[in-house]
């Protein structure tokens, strides 16, 4: 194995490292009563409201099932409502709960805590070439 491969097998062990261990993690943080997923969905749902079911599932680059599964779990906790549109009866529309606003709020102070302390001991330079590499790897320029 050349070098170039042997560095990419240690990537990519080191990223599926890195990401059960966050969502390991996150899953701590959040307790048994929301998933990561569903704290996914709320946060989304929170920068834009009302939302289709549609539009929720592109924004998070995820199947519209998946999306209605999800929100299923979330409208029999209480924290979003799924609605017809006043606007065009055919549209379901999705928007959070005054519970669900709570909550978001809660989690992003949580999950905002826990990354800024998870990424302390990195300088800003560092930060920056991090993202630049990240971002140059899902073909963003």
Not at 57 to 73: C, I
Not at 76 to 97: A, F, M, P, Q, W
Not at 120 to 135: D, G, H, N, Y
Request: aromatic letters at 8%; glycine letters at 2%; proline letters at 1%.
């Amino acid at each position: 194995m050349d070098r170039r491969q042997k560095l990419i097998r240690d990537l990519e062990l080191n990223i599926s490292i890195i990401i059960r261990r966050f969502k390991k993690e996150m899953s701590d943080l959040f307790g048994s009563d929301i998933t990561n997923h569903e704290f996914l969905f709320l946060h989304a749902l929170s920068k834009h409201q009302p939302q289709m079911i549609s539009a929720l599932a592109k924004e998070l680059n995820v199947a519209t099932s998946f999306v209605t599964v999800v929100t299923d779990k979330l409208i029999h906790k209480g924290y979003i409502n799924r609605e017809r549109s006043e606007k065009d009866r055919r549209i379901v529309e999705l928007t959070l709960t005054k519970e669900g606003n709570t909550l978001c709020k809660q989690m992003e102070k949580i999950k905002n805590e826990f990354m800024l302390k998870n990424f302390e001991e990195f300088t800003i330079e560092e930060l920056e070439i991090l993202l630049l590499l990240i971002s140059k790897w899902r073909g963003e320029d």
